[in-house]
């Protein structure tokens, strides 16, 4: 019903930056909250950050400083931007939005696939 397409992982050294991008779409009467998770290897899903429709974006404190996160409301779009990379940063990510689907009170939520950053040693 509501797809999240992500784009943007890789491989980024040390130091470097890299982008991730997320566009929703499908039957959404409208969008809440939109964000990113991510999941080492061997690790749970924890939270990165989150940027409500309306009021401040959260950010954790792990990437506090070296990651931002924006969104392009009109094109359903939630992008991370992520610099001073570091190996710990190493993980899939995934993008999340808390989507109303229904004309009353009810929302969702809902994940992408997943998109790889690697960030080597």
């Known amino acids: 019903q509501v797809l999240l397409l992500e784009s943007g992982g890789g491989l980024v050294h040390s130091g470097g930056s890299l982008t991730l991008s997320c566009a929703a779409s499908g039957t959404m009467i409208a969008i809440h909250t939109m964000g990113w998770y991510r999941q080492a290897s061997g690790r749970e899903r924890e939270l990165v950050a989150l940027?409500?429709?309306?009021?401040?974006?959260m950010i954790d404190e792990s990437v506090k400083g070296r990651f931002t996160i924006s969104r392009d409301h009109a094109k359903n779009t939630v992008y991370l931007h992520m610099s001073r990379l570091k190996p710990e940063d190493t993980a899939v990510y995934y993008c999340f939005a808390d989507v109303q689907v229904v004309d009353y009170g009810a929302a969702g939520n809902f994940w992408g696939q997943g998109t790889q950053v690697t960030v080597p040693p």
């Open positions: 940027q409500p429709t309306t009021g401040s974006s």
